[in-house]
């Protein structure tokens, strides 16, 4: 099994940054198979969950989505298996519960950590 835990969220004005964290535990055989990709999910009030970006252990990223292109870095240390989130230049429309999700491949995603809020006032 593969548990998740978020860190880093909190209250920002719009233009701060905040740096996200997803640290892993639960180590068991085949754990890289079962978190081989990690990436981030958001869900803002009344909104359904967005995709963000994901990374695998290659260290390659999926496309961003969109409104967090060229302000949003994703980043893993594979050797400790955690993911970041650099967020820059923040905006009131990122607010959000963000969450770290792993599975075995791009789009599969099995395992859900409980989230961090993020916050961005005008």
């Known amino acids: 099994q593969v548990q998740l835990v978020e860190s880093g969220g909190g209250l920002v004005q719009a233009g701060d940054s905040l740096r996200l964290s997803c640290t892993t535990s639960g180590r068991a055989f085949g754990f890289f198979d079962l978190a081989n990709v990690m990436g981030w999910f958001r869900q803002a009030p009344g909104k359904e969950r967005e995709f963000v970006v994901a990374?695998?252990?290659?260290?390659?990223?999926?496309t961003y989505v969109d409104s967090v292109k060229g302000r949003f870095t994703i980043s893993r240390d594979t050797n400790q298996n955690i993911i970041t989130l650099q967020m820059n230049s923040l905006k009131p429309e990122d607010t959000a519960v963000y969450y770290c999700?792993?599975?075995?491949?791009?789009?599969?995603?099995?395992?859900w950590g409980q989230g961090t809020q993020v916050t961005v006032s005008s």
């Open positions: 990374i695998n252990w290659r260290h390659t990223p999926s």
């Open positions: 999700a792993a599975g075995r491949d791009f789009g599969a995603y099995a395992y």
